[in-house]
């Protein structure tokens, strides 16, 4: 409306010319900063390089049928198709590109036979008839298969498929109404659709393979040690708080964080699981993997990790109990913690190298046996003196988180054991085994050295039965609910 | 090997028929069973059924491309693009439709003037050398933009359109290499992709449609009130176990297991805020609606869910308090824990209503109330005739989570009242508000409401100066690194 002063005028171009003068510093900040995050990015995981460049060999030899003139001949146009069908197929993992490329070509080829079947279909139809009838067809078809894209299970395995079925389904229905030859339009588009999902499987096999599941048999693995290296550490961080008094600063470390991955890694899981489903035997792996076992020790995993995001709020809390009652119960919470991440170490452990190791089940019973401990010492009265119940509280909670841990690990121990059994892990591996460790392990079988007269006794002298002290394992099914 | 003897013959010949007589009633039963699931699955979302539709009349729809002469004339084959898109871009929410139709159509334009350019760059290079330069830049652009895809920003918002963009630069540059009139093939394939796009972007909004903002909103909102399921039923669930002995059975009560579905919400909510955030304005809300504020209340509230997850083992444990205590801490108990519960379904019913409630604001000052009883009942040696502490322990531990609990409600509360100052929420809504709600509803401004003098102290005598006493909100970007 009214013209800028010329003091107004002036200080915007100086503005401009000040922001013009940055511009090239500010561009080399970010370029910098891009370039860092590409390395970054590069060097988490190198295997993201290899696969980029498999895309791009792939895409590179599929066009070969449009310069190599025997090969453009029998295609033409249709050759395009391969093309698409690398670009699209080609996922990260050999599952996932397998079960992509194994969904587009049973969809086109089941698509294509009903393309083909509804096209004469509605050619007796007559001239007016066959656009009516067509849509319809395609009409019912497609909302049909994008309903029963809706069911959980399909969705899981074949979504894509069916999506493929939709399209596939369409074109070769609709192009008839056009195209005379639609005998060889289907044949052209299954033909160049197989040699690309050929393609892709082929590289992704041959060149440096990405495995989904020996990506989800590692992450169970490094979840679980992700839960031992807090537990191995939280018996020192918690009561080392009491000594050092306010100066404490758990932020820094590394091993009191890692477990929150943890707690969102289902939808990784699961998404692996069904990739792995797709895969070949490779490796130590066979045909049928009992992938399936590796998420019900995921969703166990996860459980433990929800009680330690509990206990970890009583490291950075600024309640806490009195010194005295936490150096009581100090050597029986940190025995457990440490039982317990070294149970859960020794179980990662033998998730990763597929072995069946003993000396798990000995720092399990460790844990329980310094469950006990902790009874006898909260039952031999040493609590007497402390005059106010309030200052047992956190401390009181800690132990009781701790048993449930406990609880939890013996639950993994046992679905570990259940996936060792299943997939027949070998019984002693003394390669993968570092000379200290084998120094602990000695030749008892695990019945022996499990203790079973060792229970984690809490419950208070009314509690009945001594059935009702024992804290049983929940149920495998309840874990399933978790799961829903 | 050896032919087998005449009664086991007998035997298979009797087995396959009882098998052929059962098959009628197995696939009777089979199909029984599909129609059940496929009733329910179009009860529990009738959207479901509505979006099959949709797709069903956007693709009769682009197929009059085809059916339609003068249409026809001008786009030929490439009218194929056109079903593709609508197949491919037909998401369930407006959101991920935008969001893919947007991203198919500027990938097409972009990649469609790189691979023009690169065709006649390549083109200059004579008969030998254009294969050879030309398979040099799809491999490059392949490459790169293959590891582009990896970098996490991009991948959650421009995946497709990035797999959108090697796919049309490969098929651009690589047909040019065999039609010479490559503009008008990118033109073509931009044409009627915009075509295909606009159909579904289209049909989406303008037939019932389902916006993944106002998802996102009722998910929060829902999952708040699962939790405030659990807390309202908490109190007279864990303390009725006492009384009634051994006979008690939670595993029948919905609300306990309800906020199950909560622990592994993150991956569903962090999509539909990504697809919200492409939606346009619509019904509640604005264009820009702060859809990342939702994440952080869903951040929240599952950081609460996992305390409820850790109490929740308390009620089906073997593991109880003696009646005794229980029945001491009872009162404070049951308080917090329906207090928390009426403050959770509060600030539920303000965000879906999208209205300021005070009301919560007095819950989360009588939870923390009734954490200051608890604590005088505590301090007020009432315990002294307990003479087994670890009778204690289960009872401390549920006290201790509660307040864990009370906590965490005040940060949800916090970051509700911040969404809702962001997001310009009406401060009074008489109308949302139930009869019996409306009288405790008072008019007092919501600082004089809280009272600041309350706060939870369970600290221990030593635990030093007056402010450790309170139980400060964690720092929100503490919460951030739970999200890693």
Known sequence: MSTASPEKQMLLLTRCCSFLKALPQRLAAKAFEIAASTKKLAQDDPRRVTHSAKVGVALSLVSLVYYYQPLYVNFGVSAMWAVVTVVVVFEFSVGATLGKGLNRGLATLLAGALGV?????ASLCGQIGEPILLGIFVFLQATTSTFVRFFPKIKARYD???????????LISVSGFRDDEILELAHKRLSTIIIGASACVIISILICPVWAGEDLHNLIALNMEKLANFLEGFGGEYFKTSEDGEGNDHHDKLFLKEYKNVLNSKSTEESLANFASWEPCHGQFQFRHPWKQYLQIGAL???????IDALSSYLNSDVQASPEIRSKIQEACTEMSLECGKALKELSSAVRTMSQQSSADRHVSN??????????????????DADDLLAVIPA????????????????????????????NFESVKPKAVLPEQSLLEDVKPVSEIECPHVVVRVGGPTSGSPENYT??????????????
């Open 117 to 121: 079947g509804a096209h004469h279909l």
């Open 471 to 484: 804290r049983r394992p929940e149920p495998l099914t309840g874990n399933k609910q978790a799961e829903m």
């Open 396 to 423: 009181a909670t800690v132990a009781s988180l701790l048993i449930d841990v406990v609880g939890c690990t013996e639950r993994i121990r046992d679905a570990v054991n259940e996936l060792a059994s299943v997939a």
């Open 367 to 384: 844990s329980k046996a310094a469950a006990g401990n902790l009874e006898s010492v909260l039952r031999s009265g040493l609590f007497e």
């Open 301 to 307: 995993t996860r459980e433990c990790a929800y009680r």
């Open 160 to 170: 894509y498929g069916l999506l493929i079925f939709i399209l596939t389904f369409s």
